[in-house]
């Protein structure tokens, strides 16, 4: 039997049992970013104890070996006032309260983990850990009070912005319907700044994905932990303004941090034709269903877009699993093997060829073995560096963790 490397302060036998693929699985994997649908856990169709149209549920981690995962509380961005505060926060209170019924439903399957050692022992124990991390800090509400709380509910990152600046910080794909001005110098915010300094004293993981270049760079000068990328590519190998540079990249890794590597489709290949076909689609079928616009919340999971999208995937096939395997080489070979890890964004638009869902998990495994990366590189890239950097957090932080 093959003994696995050494993962930190804890290094208990976490071998799993009856690998169903050639070689062993890592001690631990875990997926840094998983969203979730508004109706989670309370439509039947989206309880993810049962069988779901779901990329991420209870049954496919367990086929596919994914031991952790941090399930996401997003919200879209809106208008910086009090109504669109209020909206954000009450949608983000309904993401805690669904992830807490997830692990209140099937505690014999999932815990909720707030630490490293937790996801170890929850690992050890044979049980899925699932962990929290926030996307767009919009959902704060503009009122810091509200970091301390997501703190106490168990989130354990920050993704500072997304699609279109916030209060916080400028994103790296402005949103002319908000009327967002182009790119510029402009990174944090006087808020932004507040949020980085409390989440550092708190223990919170400060995630730099979605965030503009001039934000990522302000964050690096002012935190005193080290940061993450919770689902970011390589802008190098694809220009796409959600990808990272190289030179933040090395900073990222220069300041003790990780970048974990996105298998999102639009990060790995362009393809302007599929993109035109996915907008028409979505202008369809919401149409067809009386809207006015497209809502990923509302229409993902109806019929009409997923024969669609099976259309447009044969039409235009998705990246594949080398493609993913060739930016992981990339951004190790820009920022250190001990500063890379990985990301699915399942249920958030992620899913290639190879990796469409939890339960192909293991094919990420073998395509990295193949590649020629070691055992002991696949545990860093699969939770091992992720847990170095969370523990790093914590160890900077002000308030214990919990």
Request: hydrophobic residues 40%.
């Amino acid at each position: 039997m093959k003994l696995w490397p050494y993962l930190g302060a804890l290094a208990p036998l976490l071998l799993c049992t009856g690998p169903a693929m050639a070689g062993q699985d890592p001690p631990v994997t875990i997926d840094t970013h998983v969203d979730i649908p508004l109706a989670y856990m309370h439509q039947p169709r989206f309880d993810a104890g049962k069988d779901t149209p779901l990329l991420v549920d209870l049954g496919k981690m367990e086929r596919g070996g994914l031991n952790a995962a941090f399930f996401v509380i997003y919200v879209e961005q809106g208008p910086l006032d009090a109504k669109g505060y209020a909206k954000a926060v009450a949608q983000a209170r309904r993401k805690y309260a669904d992830i807490h019924l997830l692990v209140q439903r099937y505690p014999q399957r999932i815990r909720l983990a707030t630490t490293p050692e937790q996801v170890l022992a929850n690992r050890k124990d044979g049980v899925l850990s699932a962990m929290i991390g926030i996307e767009n800090g919009y959902s704060l509400g503009h009122d810091l009070k509200n970091l301390d709380w997501a703190f106490a509910q168990g989130a354990r990152y920050i993704g500072l912005t997304h699609v279109g600046h916030n209060d916080l910080c400028t994103s790296s794909m402005p949103t002319a319907e908000l009327g967002d001005p182009p790119l510029s110098d402009a990174g944090l915010s006087a808020f932004g700044r507040q949020v980085v300094e409390r989440a550092n004293r708190l223990g919170i993981m400060v995630d730099m994905s979605h965030s503009s270049d001039a934000c990522v760079r302000d964050v690096l000068k002012l935190s005193k932990a080290p940061v993450i990328a919770s689902h970011s590519g390589a802008h190098a190998l694809v220009n796409h303004p959600r990808n990272l540079p190289d030179d933040l990249l090395r900073a990222i890794a220069a300041k003790g941090g990780v970048v974990q590597a996105v298998a999102y489709k639009g990060f790995l290949k362009l393809d302007p034709g599929r993109e035109l076909a996915e907008k028409a689609l979505q202008a369809q079928v919401a149409k067809r269903v009386g809207d006015k616009q497209y809502d990923s919340e509302k229409h993902d999971f109806l019929p009409a877009y997923v024969d669609g999208m099976r259309r447009i995937d044969a039409a235009f096939p998705l990246p594949t699993l080398d493609d993913y395997v060739a930016q992981i080489r990339h951004m190790v070979d820009v920022a250190g093997i001990d500063h890379v890890g990985l990301a699915s964004d399942f249920d958030g638009g992620g899913g290639i060829d190879g990796w469409r869902d939890a339960s192909q998990t293991r094919n990420v495994t073998e395509a990295l073995r193949k590649a020629g990366f070691s055992d002991a590189d696949i545990a860093k890239l699969w939770g091992g560096n992720l847990l170095r950097v969370w523990r790093a957090v914590e160890q900077a932080a002000d308030a214990p963790a919990r």
